[in-house]
């Protein structure tokens, strides 16, 4: 819905998606799928190839079943490329994880999504198969779409955290047939060193901020932080510039440019009457969309550059920075002001 207006086409196609739609798609994700098709790796663009060769045979001793992550040797800082050893090979029956290094951000939830660092070993060879520290950039997936031992071990941790992770065959890549390209075979057990690096949140954190200005549209949580309302102030007229209005200050990294994908709940009301046209807060139940800022309206990209990670913030947009022919689906008259509430809750850099 809040692309910016575009040619002839009278209807407005959402770029606001389901976040899975926008997320890069790493090695983890290939046992997660069900299947083994080395294509499916090829769009990973922040996940390098695999850096293993397969183990030339397949006669070696079997590997040493522990009951910990002791065992595991892991050097450097968190947030720098790890070293990983051991005496190979070694394996384990269950997923486990420990977390090396605590950070103190948001917890990553069950299914949620995670932006990382990280650096896994194949406990059979204890040769790196796959890492994105070398390329410099970070990855960002859900944890519905990776292999389930790379979930288990995120669940609960927090962004910040520098984790250990081992992971069984039968939560790996067994249902997928190995990963030859990788070097995988079935049974292998994987030990993944992750840095958290950011977590989609489930509301705003930060400090609210007093709003002073009595021309603008009041916003009020009073029934919970994910009941935001709006109400238009009488007997001031619609302004004829953008009025930006940080309502929560959030803690996290800052909104560089236009190139971010964003994760968002927001809702939108008509200036004219103050009537809801669209909200993703489903009445406390949030369903966040994900989109590109630079395919939104021109009053997101303008008022949303600068402002940071976890913030709440108030719109309100003329109608030659929204629609100005408006639009049919849902129906905004043109040149309608807008007052929208956008809570940012993760950013993707480019």
Same mark, same amino acid.
């Given at each position: 819905?809040?692309?910016?207006?575009?040619?002839?086409?009278?209807?407005?196609?959402?770029?606001?998606?389901?976040?899975?739609?926008?997320?890069?798609?790493?090695?983890?994700?290939?046992?997660?799928?069900?299947?083994?098709?080395?294509?499916?790796?090829?769009?990973?663009s922040s996940s390098p190839a695999a850096s293993a060769e397969p183990s030339e045979s397949t006669s070696q001793a079997p590997a040493t079943i522990i009951d910990s992550l002791d065992k595991i040797k892991v050097e450097g800082e968190a947030g720098q490329a790890p070293t990983v050893s051991a005496e190979w090979p070694l394996g384990v029956d269950e997923t486990?994880?420990?977390?090396?290094?605590?950070?103190?951000?948001?917890?990553?939830?069950?299914?949620?999504?995670?932006?990382?660092?990280?650096?896994?070993?194949?406990?059979?060879?204890?040769?790196?198969?796959?890492?994105?520290?070398?390329?410099?950039?970070?990855?960002?997936?859900?944890?519905?779409?990776?292999?389930?031992?790379?979930?288990?071990?995120?669940?609960?941790?927090?962004?910040?955290?520098?984790?250990?992770?081992?992971?069984?065959?039968?939560?790996?890549?067994?249902?997928?047939? #190995?990963?030859? !390209?990788?070097? *995988?075979?079935?049974?292998? =057990? @994987?030990? %993944? +060193? /992750? $840095? &958290?690096?950011?977590?989609?949140?489930?509301?705003?954190?930060?400090?609210?901020?007093?709003?002073?200005?009595?021309?603008?549209?009041?916003?009020?949580?009073?029934?919970?932080?994910?009941?935001?309302?709006?109400?238009?102030?009488?007997?001031?007229?619609?302004?004829?510039?953008?009025?930006?209005?940080?309502?929560?200050?959030?803690?996290?990294?800052?909104?560089?440019?236009?190139?971010?994908?964003?994760?968002?709940?927001?809702?939108?009301?008509?200036?004219?009457?103050?009537?809801?046209?669209?909200?993703?807060?489903?009445?406390?139940?949030?369903?966040?969309?994900?989109?590109?800022?630079?395919?939104?309206?021109?009053?997101?990209?303008?008022?949303?550059?600068?402002?940071?990670?976890?913030?709440?913030?108030?719109?309100?947009?003329?109608?030659?920075?929204?629609?100005?022919? #408006?639009?049919? !689906?849902?129906? *905004?008259?043109?040149?309608? =002001? @807008?007052? %929208? +509430? /956008? $809570? &940012?809750?993760?950013?993707?850099?480019?």
């Amino acid at each position: 819905m809040l692309v910016h207006p575009s040619g002839s086409d009278p209807r407005r196609a959402r770029a606001l998606r389901r976040l899975a739609a926008a997320l890069l798609i790493p090695l983890v994700l290939m046992g997660a799928s069900g299947c083994g098709n080395d294509e499916e790796t090829s769009d990973a663009s922040s996940s390098p190839a695999a850096s293993a060769e397969p183990s030339e045979s397949t006669s070696q001793a079997p590997a040493t079943i522990i009951d910990s992550l002791d065992k595991i040797k892991v050097e450097g800082e968190a947030g720098q490329a790890p070293t990983v050893s051991a005496e190979w090979p070694l394996g384990v029956d269950e997923t486990m994880s420990t977390v090396l290094t605590q950070g103190d951000g948001a917890e990553v939830p069950e299914g949620g999504t995670v932006e990382v660092k990280y650096h896994g070993v194949n406990g059979r060879t204890g040769v790196v198969f796959d890492e994105n520290y070398g390329s410099g950039k970070t990855t960002t997936f859900s944890l519905d779409q990776v292999i389930a031992g790379f979930s288990k071990g995120l669940a609960g941790k927090h962004v910040g955290d520098r984790v250990l992770i081992g992971v069984p065959g039968s939560d790996g890549y067994d249902s997928a047939g #190995g990963a030859a !390209s990788a070097g *995988i075979e079935v049974g292998d =057990t @994987l030990f %993944f +060193v /992750v $840095d &958290i690096v950011s977590t989609v949140l489930s509301e705003p954190a930060g400090a609210t901020v007093t709003v002073d200005d009595a021309n603008l549209p009041t916003v009020t949580w009073d029934d919970g932080i994910n009941k935001p309302s709006v109400s238009i102030r009488s007997g001031v007229d619609a302004p004829n510039e953008l009025k930006v209005q940080t309502l929560i200050k959030g803690d996290g990294p800052e909104i560089a440019d236009t190139s971010a994908t964003l994760t968002v709940n927001y809702l939108e009301v008509a200036y004219s009457d103050g009537h809801v046209i669209e909200s993703t807060y489903n009445d406390g139940d949030p369903a966040p969309e994900s989109g590109a800022l630079n395919s939104l309206i021109d009053g997101w990209q303008q008022g949303l550059v600068g402002q940071t990670v976890g913030s709440r913030v108030l719109l309100v947009v003329p109608g030659s920075l929204a629609y100005p022919d #408006g639009n049919e !689906s849902p129906a *905004i008259d043109p040149n309608a =002001t @807008l007052v %929208f +509430v /956008v $809570d &940012i809750l993760f950013q993707q850099t480019a």
